[in-house]
């Protein structure tokens, strides 16, 4: 299953690395300060998700691109109304005479709507913009396909359902053949619905829901980020559209109880509003993440104790 890991300090800005287990590739989520991410997991990651270019969040995006620049890979990033203008304007801001055209590619996909993300493709040297389509669908690659919710933060902010794929298991248990490369042919079957494909195994020839029996479908680990956002219940309703059971969420917990006030000022979230709404969701796990800097860490302590007392309807 997919794991996350946070790479900032108490202190730091915010930035999670999700990975696919015995696969190289990496998925980043926000781009603040992280010390304890590496060198080796930037040039990992495939694809960028980033919940909104507040400086706490999109801070480090220099330092993820110095790392990944002279790779020749098509790297996507995933981001909020005007993100594509955003990134443009950073790597414009440098010079890169000394840098082949073919040093990497950025493809952006700006979320407009749930319905309209636009997708725009820009190079080195001169890193113009080009608008290459309109889709209605986020991201997705061989492991997982990401959903979304837009978030209320005074302005947009996205948060990311990484769904991995389902998979299906061949149970040997009652097994009457020889092992082959037919179970291979059964599982594409299976995933592709074709009921009527026929199998053959040791010169026999079986429809193949006759053998479906023998299958197993996994479903695929949901896991959530869900970055900075207002208490109210508009945000509520999305979160709960998209994150319902999900087997873990990362969310946003800027403020202590006692600090709520600020946490409306700045539309954010508090301890006990989080751990509520992770339960109404009825994830399976819930982790809360990404502190106000003003706290310690008594402080945060404080955070988790009322975000789990929340959590589990104590």
């Known amino acids: 299953m997919v794991q996350a890991e946070i790479k900032s300090l108490l202190k730091e800005d915010i930035s999670i690395l999700i990975k696919v287990p015995n696969s190289a590739k990496h998925y980043l989520c926000d781009c603040g300060e992280a010390s304890l991410l590496t060198v080796k997991e930037v040039q990992s990651v495939s694809a960028i998700f980033i919940s909104h270019t507040h400086i706490d969040h999109f801070s480090n995006f220099d330092g993820i691109f110095r790392h990944q620049i002279g790779s020749g890979e098509k790297i996507v990033i995933c981001g909020p109304k005007n ?3 955003q990134i443009e304007a950073r790597l414009k801001s440098y010079t890169w005479n000394l840098i082949d055209e073919n040093a990497i590619e950025y493809e952006i996909r700006e979320i407009v709507s749930k319905e309209e993300i636009n997708v725009y493709k820009i190079r080195p040297p001169h890193w ?3 608008l290459i389509e309109t889709q209605h669908f986020l991201f997705e690659d061989e492991y997982v396909n990401v959903d979304f919710a837009i978030l209320d ?3 947009d902010s996205i948060a990311y359902l990484f769904r991995e794929k389902d ?3 061949f149970n040997e248990n009652g097994l009457e053949f020889k092992k082959g490369k037919w179970i291979s042919e059964l599982k594409k079957a299976f995933e592709n619905n074709d009921s009527e494909k026929e199998i053959e195994i040791e010169g026999t020839v079986y429809k193949a829901s006759d053998l479906f029996h023998f299958l197993t479908r996994n479903k695929g680990y949901k896991l959530g980020v869900i970055m900075d956002h207002a208490v109210c219940e508009d945000n ?3 979160i709960k559209t998209v994150f319902r059971e999900a087997d873990m969420v990362y969310i946003e917990t800027f403020y202590k109880d006692e600090d709520q006030e600020f946490a409306k000022i700045n539309y954010h979230s508090f301890a006990s509003a989080s751990g509520k709404i ?3 969701c009825e994830v399976k796990e819930a982790i809360p993440i990404h502190f106000s800097r003003r706290y310690v860490e008594s402080d945060q302590l ?5 975000f789990y ?3 589990q309807g104590n």
């Open 302 to 306: 404080e955070i988790e104790t009322a």
């Open 309 to 311: 007392k929340a959590f």
């Open 167 to 169: 998979s299906v298991t």
């Open 236 to 238: 509520y309703e999305k």
């Open 83 to 85: 993100i594509h203008r």
């Open 153 to 155: 933060h005074k302005t």
């Open 278 to 280: 992770m339960k109404e």
């Open 128 to 130: 113009n913009l080009e």
